[in-house]
Structures are given as structure tokens and as C-alpha cells.
């Protein structure tokens, strides 16, 4: 760039380095979408043909950035783990949330003409992701993090489920279902489902109790060689196998601590 009188207005810019060596996650989540929701006339309690688009959207980021680790999304949100020794743009974090929200945003909008060519995007209600990014110091905050996703994503789906069982089965109007289930534990709820209207909440598919995981997945990960050896040249060789490694689905449990301990790398 050739200088001028006028560039010290970039004395003004500001970043903000995330701190190195720590893990970083971060997360999209869909601007307006009940708005959006309402416009595009999604199904309730879940629109399958929707959660593939953002699903697909999210594994597409997996694909095009080998520094995301992990992902973990339900509903309008998709939370990313980069990691730990990621230097993707430098650690900075504008950057980085500024680039998740528009690619996802972007990727979003390509896989909806797949998923839902009968409903073509308006430029009255596009799909837009804002993004922040979270440090995290150690491995226990960030299952914890993932933890507490997982468990948000049951609470809203078996309250969303019964509201609109109530609603679109039981033929209560909006405010009568919010009134039906001000005070209800998820016992109630369950029983309300089972006794009302027949329905297991076992039995309802895991993406929409547990919603979904994108791993860099193998099964001969080789960290006994680096916990025997801990160098560098070892931890590089470990990390380029993980770039390489196959990204798979799951609808599973990352709450216990086993999901954890079967896939090491995800913390290291």
C-alpha cells in the first residue's frame, strides 16, 4: 500500500490478540431467526430440511479451515473449536469473527437452494450469523462449554416439543400452552407428551435432544508416542494427521466424560 498523508487514520485500528496456547471456540448464531423462521414457515417443533442446511453449512467450514477441531450446533447456533496452538489469522480476533460469521453465512445461503428449493431467499429475510470467540485457559473449561450447549439444546427441544404439542395437537393457542407449562419440571413435561399425546420423548430422533457433532475423526491416533516423547517435532506430526483425518457426524452424548477420553486430541 503506497503511502499517503492520509494513512494515519490507521492509527487508529485496535486488535485484539487472543491470548496463544489457549483454546479458542467460537460461535455463530443466527440474527432474527424467529423472525426468520416465522417468514420461511419452518415446521415445529423442528424443521428437519433447515437443520441439514446448517448442518452441511457448518461441516463446510470444517472443510475449508483445518484449524477448526470440533463443532457443535443445534437450532440457529454452531459453536467451533480451533485448536490450541491455532494461529489462523494470526490469533486475531476480529478477523476470526468476522470470517466465521459472513462464510458461515455465506455457505448457509448456498446449502439452503439444496435443502429447500421450493422456498428461494428474499432479499426482505436473509439468513445472517453474527459471531464471537471465547478463550478458554484448560481442557475442563472447554468440555464444560460443550457440556452446557448439549444440555441447553435438550431443555429448549422437550419445552418446544410440548408447546407445540399443545398447540398444533391439543389446540391450545399460544399464551394457553406458555400458561400449561409455566412451573413444569421435565418429568411433567414428559408425562404431558406420553399421557396427552403419545409420544416417547425417547424415541424422537437424537439430532433434536442432542443436536449435532462434526469431529475430525480416526481411529489410530498415536498419543502414547507424544506423551512418551512430547517434543515439538512429534506434536507437529500428531497435528498434521489430524488434518488429515475424516470429518464425521454424531447425534451422540458429549456430556460424560467418555466421549471425551476416547478422542484425546480434541484437547491437546
Given at each position: 500500500m503506497a503511502n499517503s498523508r492520509y494513512e494515519?487514520?490507521?492509527s487508529f485500528e485496535r486488535e485484539n490478540i487472543l491470548l496463544p496456547q489457549s483454546h479458542i471456540v467460537i460461535r455463530v448464531d443466527g440474527r432474527g431467526f424467529h423472525k426468520?423462521?416465522?417468514h420461511y414457515d419452518f415446521e415445529k417443533p423442528n424443521d428437519e430440511k433447515a437443520l441439514q442446511v446448517i448442518n452441511e453449512a457448518a461441516k463446510q467450514m470444517m472443510v475449508t479451515m483445518p484449524d477448526i477441531i470440533m463443532a457443535y450446533g443445534?437450532?440457529?447456533e454452531y459453536s467451533f473449536l480451533l485448536r490450541k496452538d491455532c494461529?489462523?489469522?494470526?490469533r486475531r480476533e476480529f478477523k476470526l469473527i468476522t470470517t466465521f460469521a459472513s462464510a458461515f453465512s455465506a455457505y448457509y445461503q448456498h446449502f439452503w437452494t439444496k435443502w429447500i428449493p421450493g422456498k428461494p431467499l428474499d432479499l426482505e429475510r436473509l439468513p445472517m450469523f453474527d459471531a464471537r470467540a471465547v478463550v478458554y485457559p484448560n481442557a475442563e473449561n472447554v468440555m464444560d462449554y460443550f457440556r452446557w450447549r448439549q444440555v441447553d439444546c435438550h431443555i429448549n427441544n422437550l419445552y418446544n416439543t410440548t408447546f407445540w404439542s399443545l398447540v398444533l395437537k391439543g389446540g391450545m393457542t399460544?399464551?394457553?400452552?406458555e400458561n400449561r407449562l409455566i412451573g413444569t419440571l421435565s418429568a411433567d413435561?414428559?408425562?404431558?407428551l406420553f399421557k396427552d399425546f403419545g409420544i416417547n420423548y425417547n424415541n424422537i430422533h437424537d439430532m433434536y435432544k442432542k443436536g449435532t457433532i462434526y469431529i475430525r475423526e480416526y481411529t489410530d491416533f498415536p498419543l502414547s508416542k507424544y506423551l512418551e516423547d512430547p517434543t515439538e517435532a512429534h506434536l507437529k506430526r500428531l497435528m498434521?494427521?489430524?488434518k488429515k483425518s475424516t470429518i464425521e457426524q454424531y447425534h451422540c452424548?458429549?456430556?460424560k466424560d467418555s466421549f471425551w477420553t476416547q478422542r484425546p486430541y480434541l484437547l491437546l
Open positions: 494515519y487514520v490507521r426468520f423462521s416465522d443445534d437450532s440457529d494461529d489462523l489469522f494470526e399460544t399464551n394457553e400452552a413435561k414428559n408425562e404431558i498434521k494427521r489430524v452424548d458429549i456430556i
